[in-house]
């Protein structure tokens, strides 16, 4: 039973390896597609062959430049005394006041509803009407824009509904033949057979 149990494990640490999750292709040239990876981890190939890899949240894609707040922190509800996880965007339209805490690390966006959100340093990027067009991505240390027409290739992290069906179908299939391995003794028989 243990070679079994030990088959099974090992099967199930290997399918999961492989991941549902792969990176698939983006066409520059449909905007709303390009708008949607701010989400997704992205691989950008440049045309001199330089890649970029980007973290979701970390990068954003700009077409008409408006006043925003992006990225990943979290969340404080004045009237729950709770904190949730944030990611994404807040307009200008929705921040009354906003501070950063350098001893801290901290950027802080005060909301009109006085909700507040808490983003660590390296975690978020403010756009005005003045900021370029153009392909987005920072992290601790840096800002950096990258033009479109500097890019070969965009990549998002997305889920292949065919690797996850084989996935689904594979982990099914292992574990039939672990039930059936199990209802069975080493020399073939059924356990439990036999008089007593």
């Known amino acids: 039973m243990k070679k079994y149990v030990a088959i099974f494990l090992i099967l199930s640490l290997l399918l999961n390896l492989t991941g549902c999750y792969s990176f698939q292709q983006i066409s520059i040239d449909k905007k709303s597609e390009m708008?949607?990876?701010d989400s997704k981890d992205v691989k950008i190939t440049l045309i001199n062959g330089d890649i970029i890899h980007s973290d979701a949240y970390h990068h954003i894609f700009i077409m008409n430049p408006t006043e925003f707040v992006f990225g990943s922190g979290n969340k404080f509800f004045k009237d729950k005394k709770s904190n949730n996880t944030f990611n994404g965007k807040i307009f200008l339209s929705d921040i009354?006041?906003?501070s950063l805490d350098k001893s801290k690390r901290l950027y802080t966006v005060w909301l009109k509803s006085k909700d507040k959100v808490y983003f660590?340093?390296?975690d978020y990027f403010i756009a005005t009407k003045q900021t370029e067009n153009g392909?987005?991505?920072w992290d601790k240390n840096q800002?950096?824009?990258?033009d479109l027409n500097d890019i070969s290739m965009v990549e998002a992290d997305n889920l292949n509904i065919v690797t996850t069906s084989l996935l689904?179908?594979?982990g099914i299939i292992i574990i039939v033949i672990a039930v059936l391995a199990a209802r069975f003794d080493f020399d073939g028989s059924l356990i439990g057979e036999g008089s007593f």
């Open 35 to 37: 708008i949607d990876i």
């Open 96 to 98: 009354d006041s906003s």
């Open 168 to 170: 689904a179908a594979s």
């Open 143 to 146: 800002t950096n824009k990258i």
């Open 120 to 122: 660590p340093e390296g």
């Open 135 to 137: 392909f987005w991505f």
